[in-house]
């Protein structure tokens, strides 16, 4: 079993958030309850109920629609052919196990954010998976296993972004 990729801490950060998001959810119903349950009626307590409800189902809805599909894991046996892929799911992980040479539609693309930030992503298709899975190159390098499993992705990364692993081996 090879390692090919890890997105280190990207369970852990977004089983965090989870957390912090449950604890505010759970205090703006506690606001609500104290804003219409207690007898008077506390209008600052209502809006505060009110907004801290509505941000922890943003919250919870924005971590499940950016974490579900990416890619935290990649393992391979190339013995057997067999990857494995880790997918984050709230507090376990979920493990697809796919045959290397059904993995699909490798391409590399670059997601530009504010102030121009460029991050690398790898998007793939994996059989019995419904949703296209996305690895984020966190240090914006490709890992050397990813020449064994999509060698055309790799060449595509190198020619966009002039990197080549023969260059980083000689400097």
Do not use: C
């Amino acid at each position: 079993m090879t390692r090919i990729y890890e997105n280190r801490g990207f369970s852990k950060r977004n089983n965090i958030s989870v957390v912090v998001l449950a604890v505010v959810f759970v205090y703006g119903f506690f606001e609500l309850y104290r804003a219409f349950g207690v007898g008077g009626q506390d209008s600052t307590a209502a809006m505060f109920g009110v907004l801290f409800v509505a941000g922890a189902v943003y919250g919870a809805y924005t971590i499940w629609t950016d974490g579900r599909d990416q890619v935290g894991i990649i393992d391979a046996d190339f013995d057997k052919g067999i990857a494995y892929i880790t997918l984050w799911r709230p507090f376990r992980n979920l493990v697809i196990e796919a045959p290397i040479d059904r993995l699909t539609g490798w391409r590399h693309w670059v997601k530009v954010g504010k102030r121009n930030m460029r991050t690398h992503m790898i998007y793939l298709n994996a059989p019995g998976y419904p949703q296209k899975l996305t690895i984020e190159l966190t240090k914006g390098e490709m890992p050397e296993g990813f020449r064994r499993l999509a060698p055309h992705m790799v060449e595509a990364f190198e020619e966009n972004t002039g990197k080549r692993a023969d260059d980083a081996a000689e400097a």
